[in-house]
């Protein structure tokens, strides 16, 4: 059998009563934690005109309101991550989709969206050793759209193959530049997400699709993964479960961003700086070197309050300086008047972000996000961490997280963590100096979100505006019956005056 093969013979097959009931309550809160991002998006100017252009969320045509699901939720990085990749816009958008076409219960639902997460994180796993990370590996969108509504529909296994081998036959290839500097961003996910289902639609429609074209010498992973490993696309598959990395957002910001921003907020309240911010003389923010580059690679596109709204997320300046001014930082901070404050860019401009070398060695330590993958690369993973890192194998001890023998790709995911350092130092007129750092933010996996993440995602989704009741029925979704998941769907995805709300300051998470 080829991947694609082994894999949709896996994935048509699915049953939630095989998963794991710490597996099934991780993707219950991915589902509300994403009708959150859903909501703030519809909220922002940008996912306003998204909706004029392509419809409302939820249209006659499943397809359609899979599209614009999977756009709403997904640009003002509000969406959870995983090992690998930001699943949730298509892994999640899609079933809820076709859950509510076809008039589903919350079982199916939570099935379909473990099974999408599992088939897209592990093609993602797969060429994550590459030029694409994060949003910008559009490919995890084509993978979970595919699954995510073939699931719901309980395709036979022939059309899974057929529609995964159509969708990653013509992958989209970010470019940077339109992703970070315009508006584009905001077609991120929607754009893959509508090829697969054009793939469904034509596997259905009876068109055959390359079985190969992960695995082919000139397919998918050759393309696409500098370090391919093919071998942990279907690795474990029904035992290794890829939800168990999820790491959820409570905020909105790029990369890295999080636990400076965690940190920020605390030295807020410690220090009492209101909205003033003449006091505060420098802000120095130490981090990773992912979330430096990061950093680093959106700076040409800031421009005060003209900022494309792709770049705004990306910048650390803005969202430490903004946390530190007003105690939030919340999806209200992304859009006017509020990115028309003076005060928070003056503060932004005394923001100094700089490489930690230890913390660089934590983020590649934890499993998220690419620390699995050079572990199960062995040294075939150095070529790609010297040029991530700029340092060479030969460089100084402890310098290089690369194992010289590759790790088992099945052994258990459960326990994983997502270390994302950082430390902020801030200095005042006064003289005075206060220090904050912390490793993995609030909902990064790990421990303490292992325990938490029922209640931070219901603090997120009524955040944003949700209720206490439809919360509720995604807390016990499993014995959610068909009516009571639309009725809870269609709340949470209302669109009338008034119905969405942005974030409001004062509920901290």
Same mark, same amino acid.
């Given at each position: ?101 076809? $008039?589903? #219960?919350? @079982? !199916? *639902?939570?099935?379909? /969206? ?6 897209? %994180?592990?093609?993602? +796993? ?54 970070? $500097?315009? #508006?584009? @961003? !905001? *077609?991120?996910?929607? /754009? ?6 054009? %793939?469904?639609?034509? +596997? ?59 940190? !920020? *907020? ?75 404050? !003076? ?167």
């Amino acid at each position: 059998m080829t991947l694609i093969e082994e894999l949709s013979a896996w994935a048509s097959g699915t049953r939630l009563d095989a998963v794991p009931e710490r597996v099934v309550g991780l993707a219950k809160s991915q589902i509300l934690s994403q009708l959150a991002a859903i909501r703030a998006g519809l909220a922002h100017p940008l996912g306003r005109r998204l909706v004029r252009a392509f419809g409302p969320p939820v249209q006659a045509d499943a397809g359609g309101s899979a599209r614009v699901l999977a756009g709403l939720g997904s640009w003002l990085n509000l969406d959870d991550t995983a090992y690998a990749g930001h699943l949730a816009n298509s892994t999640v958008a899609v079933p809820l989709a076709y859950v509510l076409a076809l $008039g589903l #219960d919350g @079982r !199916a *639902l939570l099935t379909s /969206v473990i099974t999408a997460n599992e088939c897209a %994180a592990r093609v993602t +796993a797969a060429a994550t050793l590459g030029p694409f990370r994060g949003q910008t590996a559009a490919h995890t969108s084509l993978v979970g759209g595919v699954a995510g509504r073939l699931r719901a529909q309980d395709a036979p296994a022939e059309r899974w193959a057929d529609a995964l081998g159509l969708a990653l036959s013509m992958p989209p290839w970010t470019l940077f530049p339109a992703y970070v $500097g315009s #508006d584009a @961003r !905001a *077609l991120g996910a929607l /754009v893959p997400v509508g090829m697969a289902m054009d %793939a469904c639609d034509a +596997a259905e429609a009876g068109f055959g699709g390359p079985r190969d074209i992960i695995e082919h010498e000139d397919g998918f992973l050759a393309r696409f993964a500098t370090v391919p490993l093919p071998e942990v696309t279907t690795a474990g598959l029904g035992s290794r479960w890829h939800t168990d990395t999820l790491s959820f957002k409570v905020r909105p910001g790029g990369p890295g961003i999080d636990a400076a921003v965690d940190c !920020a *907020l605390e030295l807020h309240r410690e220090l009492g700086l209101g909205a003033g911010h003449a006091e505060v003389t420098e802000v120095v923010v130490e981090a990773s070197l992912y979330t430096v580059q990061v950093d680093r690679t959106s700076r040409p596109y800031l421009a005060g309050p003209d900022t494309p709204a792709g770049a705004l997320p990306l910048s650390m300046a803005y969202a430490v300086a903004t946390a530190l001014l007003h105690g939030d930082l919340t999806t209200a901070d992304f859009m006017a008047p509020a990115v028309r404050e !003076a005060a928070r860019w003056e503060l932004a401009e005394r923001v100094e972000l700089v490489h930690d070398e230890r913390m660089t060695r934590d983020l590649f330590s934890s499993v998220a996000p690419f620390g699995e993958a050079l572990r199960q690369a062995g040294d075939r993973g150095k070529e790609w961490t010297a040029r991530f890192t700029g340092v060479t194998a030969a460089g100084p001890a402890g310098s290089s997280p690369v194992c010289a023998e590759p790790v088992d790709p099945a052994r258990s995911l459960e326990g994983s963590t997502k270390l994302t350092p950082a430390r902020v130092t801030v200095r005042l007129a006064d003289g005075r100096t206060a220090v904050r750092e912390r490793g993995i933010p609030i909902g990064g996996a790990g421990e303490e979100t292992s325990r938490s993440h029922p209640e931070l995602m219901r603090a997120k989704f009524l955040a944003q505006g949700g209720d206490e009741g439809t919360a509720a029925v995604f807390a016990d979704l499993e014995h959610a019956t068909a009516a009571e998941l639309r009725h809870a769907l269609e709340a949470a995805l209302a669109t009338g005056a008034g119905a969405v709300r942005v974030q409001r300051r004062g509920r901290r998470l």
